[in-house]
């Protein structure tokens, strides 16, 4: 009832027209969906369709059924945040966004946090970057972790993935920022590992 309500406000907020505002400011849909996080009706909702409806959302992704995003053990606010870099890790750029040999950011991550390396540069990654995620800027702590991380093996496999799972949205703009603010591309029209082409530079 109630929480449906809160549900449909926050989808609303997502997936409504472009330009159209939200308590007196633009909310893109990873704000959205952290600030749903934040609030525990809104999350309980959120949670109870992802849950429903994430054999649908995952077979709108480019790379199929992605497995299961770190989304689906939403938490607060501030876990939901630091998982963001998760997904779309960091990386500059480059071709092969959705071919048949490009892995998706979920297994990436996986693969990532199971190698020790590539683990702890993650985490370098999400203590230096916190600016990158929230679209303000890249600090050159945050880019030299970035090309520290480019570095390791398992870590270039973030770099190259494609947005999939239930973080989408957050994954993708990840990597616009960071191929914006710390790479200077601009990512026009059609955004890092999006479903219409190269997933460019990750934040």
Known sequence: ??????????LGAVWSPRGSLVQGRRLICWQAVLQCQGEPECSYAYNQYAEACAPVLLQQTPAGGGGDGPAAAAGSATSSRRRS??????????????GPGVMGCTEARRRCDWDSRCSLALNRYMTYCGKLFNGLRCTPECRAVI???LAVPKAVL??????????RPICESVKENMARLCFGADMGGNGAGSSGGSDGGLE
């Open 1 to 10: 009832p109630a929480a449906w309500l809160w549900l449909a406000a926050a």
């Open 85 to 98: 870099g998760g997904p779309g890790g960091p990386g500059g750029g480059g071709p092969g966004g959705g």
């Open 158 to 167: 973030l770099n190259d993935c494609v947005c999939d799972g239930l973080e």
């Open 147 to 149: 090309e520290d991380m």
